[in-house]
C-alpha cells in the first residue's frame, strides 16, 4: 500500500513541475513578444526623428549662401 502513495505522489510531483514549465514557457513568450515589440516602436520612432531632421537641414540649405 505504501508504493501506491508514493506514486500518487510522485505522479503529482511531476505534474506541478510540467505545469510549472509550461507556465513559465508562456511568460518567456509573452516578455520575448513584449520586447519585440518596443524594439520596434524604437527603431520606427528614430526613423521618423532622422526624416525630421534631413528635411530641417535641406530647408537651411536652400536658404544659405
Known sequence: MSKISEID????????IILAGFIATAFV???LTIIGMNYIKV????KEEQAGKE???SKS???GF
Not at 527603431?43 to 528614430?46: L, V
Request: proline fraction near 0%.
Open 9 to 16: 505522489l510522485g505522479s503529482a510531483l511531476l505534474s506541478i
Open 29 to 31: 513568450f509573452i516578455r
Open 43 to 46: 527603431n520606427y520612432s528614430s
Open 55 to 57: 528635411k530641417e537641414t
Open 61 to 63: 540649405e536652400t536658404k
